[in-house]
């Protein structure tokens, strides 16, 4: 039977596996970091004046550049940083996953190298295989937060083209500070230049401000977000990125014509209208969040500093085993591959009381048998 690696797909890409979460029929998913609010009937049916008016012209190519949706993310990021952006600033894209991918497109590629300090996002590294840049993988410190000194040496070291940082990280969970961002941001400029990708996909989450402060003077530097989680909108598929007009101007170089298509724009407008209401709702995981935090601790686990909407938690001599044993009690986390650790997403009050359920559990489990 012919399989992938029969195929003459590239030499990076033999033996890779695709990115993905497990999806299991089980009463509580808690491993995918996706809002588990369901859109308010309000805003529901705001959509579906919006889809139907777009409707109309579907026999049209919707707007190439997406001026209105663009605009109205310029206002959102200016009155929710107090940094002023306008519709120059912003480029909008099908999940922050495709911003990621036409900035490498754009200033990665085949001869060129990106880092990132892992753990973290992995579908930099992904992105970046598929896209012919070289992967390089940067340290970080035993309690996650990134080493300064030596991911300085590792940029003026390998000169890389494209630098990622995730704050808050995924899947740790921590914030990096502005002076991290800073420092590595003037290695990068000395190497190079290089471009700076800030991923700010969980930053409404934080306990901190966003760094988008920081993009004034720094035309290399990019920030990019998503509406898939504090909007509660995964399934619209809409990420975005804010930065000097320069490099807004060169991603559209490589993307593809009309990418975004007219329902995926007017759906993003309607929940634009209504992001008042979509904040508090994460004002609420927040609350549920710091309570996962503080529960955890209080049973046992170390737990990672967390601002976004999870929670790494642990240790485990075998994560995957322990996974196993929460999932038999009803509730799916994430085993993602960092060696003792588990991340659990911040659910409704009723999925958390689940969780933490099993999670003490199991903890009373391990005391008696040990």
Do not use: C
């Not at 579908?123 to 309690?143: K, N, V, Y």
């Not at 500070?177 to 800073?182: G, H, Q, R």
């Not at 990420?239 to 007017?266: C, E, I, K, M, N």
Request: hydrophobic share 40%; proline share 6%; no cysteine.
């Amino acid at each position: 039977m012919t399989g992938i690696d029969d195929l003459p797909v590239r030499d990076e890409l033999r033996g890779k596996s695709p990115y993905g979460a497990p999806q299991l029929d089980v009463p509580v998913r808690l491993n995918t970091n996706e809002n588990p609010y369901p859109l308010p009937e309000a805003l529901v049916e705001r959509i579906t004046e919006r889809v139907r008016a777009a409707a109309r012209d579907l026999n049209r190519y919707p707007d190439r550049d997406a001026v209105e949706l663009r605009t109205k993310l310029a206002e959102y990021l200016t009155d929710t940083s107090g940094y002023a952006l306008d519709v120059r600033n912003v480029w909008a894209a099908n999940g922050s996953n495709e911003v990621i991918q036409q900035l490498l497109q754009t200033f990665g590629g085949p001869g060129r190298t990106a880092i990132g300090f892992e753990p973290s996002y992995s579908m930099h590294g992904l992105i970046a295989r598929g896209t012919g840049t070289g992967w390089i993988s940067g340290p970080r410190h035993e309690d996650f937060t990134i080493d300064v000194p030596a991911a300085e040496k590792a940029i003026a070291e390998h000169r890389p083209d494209v630098v990622f940082i995730t704050t808050p990280n995924n899947p740790t969970g921590n914030a990096v500070p502005a002076e991290t961002v800073l420092a590595l941001h003037a290695a990068a400029q000395a190497a190079k230049p290089s471009m700076v990708v800030v991923d700010e996909a969980y930053i409404e989450f934080s306990h901190g401000a966003s760094l988008l402060p920081l993009l004034e003077g720094r035309p290399n530097l990019v920030v990019s977000r998503t509406m898939s989680k504090a909007f509660g909108a995964a399934g619209l598929r809409l990420g975005y990125l804010a930065a000097h007009p320069a490099v807004v101007d060169a991603v559209q170089l490589v993307r593809l014509p009309y990418h975004l298509s007219a329902v995926t724009q007017a759906t993003a407008l309607a929940a634009l209208e209504h992001t008042g209401t979509l904040l508090k709702y994460v004002e609420q995981l927040k609350t549920e969040r710091d309570r996962l935090v503080a529960e955890l601790r209080a049973a046992g686990y170390e737990v990672t500093e967390s601002d976004a909407n999870f929670v790494q938690f642990g240790r485990f001599a075998d994560s995957h085993a322990t996974w196993r044993k929460i999932l038999d009690r009803g509730v799916l986390v994430r085993d993602n591959g960092v060696p003792g650790w588990l991340r659990v997403t911040a659910g409704t009050p009723r999925e958390n009381d689940a969780f933490l359920d099993a999670v003490r559990e199991l903890k009373k489990e391990q005391e008696q048998s040990g």
